[in-house]
């Protein structure tokens, strides 16, 4: 079995017409997901989306990568220290 790390993907989302895509990504991924929060900032008209991840490295940059290039939307991920 390969080894997963648990990362946290910080997403910022500036466009709406964006998030259909940015939900069909996480779908997709959605069987390394731990957990999902999602905070409308509305004075800013943005959304901050906060994702747990448990999964193989290359996973996580995979779905941070794909989610940056989506228009409009920031992704960056935090890896945990633990293996």
């Known amino acids: 079995m390969e080894e997963t790390r648990v990362a946290l993907l ?3 989302v500036e ?5 259909e895509k940015l939900n069909a990504i996480l779908h997709n991924y959605g069987q390394y997901i731990v957990g999902r929060m999602g905070i409308p900032y509305h004075k800013r008209n943005v959304n901050i989306i906060s994702v747990v ?3 193989p490295a290359d996973i996580v940059s995979s779905v941070s990568g794909k989610i ?3 228009e409009g939307v920031t992704a960056k991920a935090v890896y945990s220290k633990l293996p």
Request: hydrophobic share 50%; proline share 7%.
């Open 10 to 12: 910080g997403i910022i």
């Open 68 to 70: 940056g290039m989506l």
């Open 53 to 55: 991840i448990d999964a």
């Open 15 to 19: 466009n709406p017409d964006s998030v």
